[in-house]
Each structure stands twice: as C-alpha cells, then as structure tokens.
C-alpha cells in the first residue's frame, strides 16, 4: 500500500526584530534547545527586561533578556561558523552546538532590573553569574537536568564559557561567548541601539562576523608545553575599521542611553525603595511580614535578600519584573511615609534629578552631600535623607589593553590577523589619534542625585550647568 508523503521536519523558528528567523533544526539538538527554552526558569527572563528601568526614559526598551538570549545563540552560531569557514578549519558539530548553549544560557541566573539587586545586596552576597552557574549544574535545576538527559558531562562543559575560572585551557570559542568582541555584545548592542531609537552610530555586523577567523598562537621560547592549545578568536585587519566603528558603537550607547541622567536617577529611585524595605524588614519582623507577606512559599524577593547566590532555585524562579513592582504597588499603602513616598514617585514618574557636579575634591563632595541632606530635612521632613541623596560616580574603561598571560576573560585581547597569519592586538595597529584615545580612555562621570525640591538650592559653583 503507497504510504503518504513524508511529513516535513519544519524547524523551531523564532522571530526576531534584530536577526530575523532565529531558526533550530528539528533535530536532537534543536529539540534539546526548545526543552530548555520551555523550562520555567527560562520563561522567568521574558519577565526580565534587558535594561532594568530604562524603558522610564526610552519608551520602546521593553525588550527582555529572553529575547537577547535567543538572540546571542544565534550570533554566536553564526560567528562559529564564519571563523571556521575563514580558517579552513573543520568545524565540529559538538563545538558549535556547545558554543550556541554557551550564548543562549549565559543570562539565565539575571535578576530583574539589571544589575540593580547586586548594587543593593552586594556582589559578595549575590551575584548573577553564580545563580548561572548553579541554574547549569545544580541538581535542583530543571535547566541542568535537560542538559545531562542530553549528555551527562554537559553542564560542566558550558560553564566554563560563562566562567573563565573553570577553564583548563583556553579554546578559541569561549570568546565567542565571553570577550571584548562575543555574541553578548553584537547583540545587545544591535538590539538596545534599535528598541531606544538610536540610528546614529551603528556598525556593519554581517561584515564583522564574516571577517572573523581562529589564531593559535604559537608557544615562546620559556613557555611550558600546555599552553600549545592556546587559540584566540581575530578579525581580519581588512576589517579594522568595522572593529573600531562597533567600538565607537559600544562608547556612544554607554554615554546616551545605559548612563543617561535621567535612567540613572530611575534606578537610583528603584534602588532607594528596595533598600529601604529591606532595611524596615530586617530590623522588625512585624514590617517584615507587611512588606513580604508569605504564603505557602517565602516571598522569592525576601529569599533572595536573606539567601543572596544560595537562594533556593525554586524561589529564584519566581522572581521576576512583575513580581517586584507588585511589591511596589503594595507599598504605597505602607505606613512608612518613606517607603511610601519612593514608591509613588516610581508609579507616577516623579523622578529624582542627576545633576552633573563639577569638582573632584572629597571634601568638596562630602560637603556637598551634606549640604543636600540637610536640604531635604527642611524640604521634606517627614523623609528619611539617606534614601534621597546619592553621589553617583561611574567609570568605565573603553577598552582593556591586552597582556600576554593574563588570564582574566575580561581582558582577552580583539586581534587583527593579517593575510601572512601574523596577529597583533586593536590597540597596535589602531589608526589616528581619536582611535588611540578612544582605546585607552577612561571616562569617568560624576553625578548628585537629589529630589527636584532641593536641586535649586544647592551650591552652584560645584555644579555643571
């Protein structure tokens, strides 16, 4: 009997604003990639935005960090792919398919709101990379658990991807994943420049990725025998102005959208409320139970404050955007006239003001913040100061100069390989004074954020107009 027509073999598709069809084939790994993506704790990032409160300031940032989690597996494949093809290397289904793992998890143990808790709880105490690493191979992880039904050893063979210091050699794919120039970063920065309305300052991605190549670099005279494995990822120095545009790229994004006056103040305000509600539920089990009232399970917010990286996955997985600004909502009817009024100035938009200050003299500053406290005590006496008054100080290195033997992810160099095959670091080959001071600034910015009742009647001669 003639048996029908073979039932197509479709693949998962994701659509998405920035790359299109992010597509998986619907084999064995694809099915392992829609497993993981359907687990609840992955489902928690929809729920996460990328930006924390940034959308406050720049309406169309509602993107989630599950969307640029999709999004960095699909960059990462791609730049696998074109480094191999470049190279002449074979490329090696099991290292692709660990690369793209690598990029779509790397987010998975992110809080909400950014790096917001870790400012408020401390990075000794919570730190989002080790909620990754425990959501990876955790036993009490769904996450970890879909990995070893796929291959036993799986976990820990992704992370250290996400954690150089598991690394027992250097592979040319983990700066893919972690590096001056990984899928981290082609994405975010496509994806944050298009949801904020940034036209200005873009790069050509598609020309970046298809001048990638593998550099292994040869051992020294000295050198112990098992640094020989020793690869890196490097751009063809053809490209070399591509590279510098996505620098100049990631400079400008920092300056007008992540360190934005107005979303710093927004996170600063956010930041004041959570603080303050910990700090009443600390100190009084009474207020505890009003502000994070339990059922059946811990509030997932109070746990991580309690727990910090060793909060029990469970919670954590219940925490998400949705649940914290409940909280807030629930607040504005707190007895607190504090915590009170922090969470109607978040609901209503009624932000506090960055202002740039112009002098970095300590006691100058300290004067200043004095002088700003006491100026809310008068304005608004009913309200705790410490919790109105910030010196935001942030600085940032452009681009980390690359030093041989030095193990540190972070500083892992992006290299300009020439047709000979000969490699050198961006920073010696890069061209024109402006480049030059691009790569080995530091710009630092200075700010007092204060409420608009008192801004007025501070000292002007250490304020910027």
Known sequence: MPSGPERLRRPYIFRDPVHGDVAFARDGFGELVRKLVDEEIFQRLRGIKQNGVLNLVFPGAEHSRFAHSLGAAHVAARMYDAACQNSGHPADAAERQLTTLAALLHDAGHGPFSHLLEEILGKNHFHHEALTGRILTDHSSPIAAR?????????????????????????????????????????????????????????????????????????????????????????????????????????????????????????????????????????????????????????????????????????????????????????????????RDLCERLKRRRLLKAIDVSTSDYEKLTKLQDEARSRVKKALPDLDPRYYVHLDQIGRENYKPYRWGREDSGADPILLISKQGAARPLEEEARGKSMLDLLESRFMMQRLIVPEEVREHLPPDLLKD
């Open 147 to 339: 990995l070893r039904e796929h291959d036993k050893d799986l976990p820990e063979t992704i992370l250290p991807f996400i954690d150089y210091k598991k690394r027992k050699y250097r592979r040319w794919y983990h700066g893919l994943v972690s590096s001056q120039l990984d899928a981290d970063r082609l994405d975010y920065t496509a994806r944050d420049a298009m949801m904020c309305g940034i036209v200005s300052h873009r790069f050509d991605r598609d020309r970046l990725v298809g001048a990638l190549y593998i550099w292994k670099r040869p051992i020294r005279a000295g050198e112990p025998e098992e640094r020989a494995p020793d690869e890196y990822l490097a751009v063809d120095d053809r490209a070399r102005d591509v590279v510098e545009s996505y620098l100049h790229a990631l400079y400008h994004l920092y300056q007008s959208i992540y360190l934005h006056r107005a979303a710093r103040a927004a996170s600063w305000l956010l930041n004041a409320a959570l603080r303050r509600a910990r700090d009443l539920a600390t100190s009084d089990p009474a207020q505890r139970n009003r502000l994070f009232p339990a059922g059946d399970m811990r509030d997932p917010l109070w746990a991580l404050i309690e727990d910090g990286s060793k909060v029990p996955l469970v919670d954590y997985m219940r925490l998400d955007e949705a649940h914290v600004w409940g909280l807030v909502q629930r607040w504005r009817d707190t007895d607190d006239p504090t915590l």
